[in-house]
């Protein structure tokens, strides 16, 4: 386990899929402690805020991929989904070297832990805010 600041870094392999297994992946190397996000678009993509994990892009191999699909989200950012379950798999910025991978959509067990929320200010009137540290 190595520290990234707020957050921890897990090596081990994963693996997880959506709900109708469309889409199907494998994570190597370095996974980091879900965060959740609770910004006004992981909201509107996820129903709820999101909780996230993330590995280098190089360590993400997609194992069945049929049904997935990309939807660019913003400049920066584009998510990706099973277009036949419609699963929140994947938030991928344009930018950087890293993904980030729903952590629903993991198999257990996953040996991550939540240790981080952000966004916060945008959560809607009905959340509640789970009492781990904020970064706003």
């Known amino acids: 386990m190595k520290s990234t600041g707020l957050t921890q870094s897990h090596s081990a392999q994963l693996t997880g899929s ?34 996230a994990t993330r590995v280098a892009k190089t360590d993400l191999t997609i194992e069945q991929g049929d049904t997935l699909r990309w939807y660019d989200s913003s400049k920066e950012a584009k998510r990706g989904f099973c277009r036949q379950c419609g699963g929140n798999l994947f938030w991928d910025n344009n930018t950087e070297d890293s993904i980030s991978i729903m952590a629903g959509t993991l198999d257990k067990p996953t040996g991550l832990q939540t240790t981080l929320n952000i966004n916060t200010e945008d959560a809607s009137d009905y959340q509640l805010i789970p009492e781990i540290k904020s970064l706003d």
């Open 18 to 51: 959506c709900l109708c297994g469309g889409v199907r992946y494998r994570l190597d190397g370095q996974a980091r402690d879900v965060v959740n996000c609770f910004c006004g678009q992981c909201q509107k993509t996820s129903g709820h805020y999101v909780a």
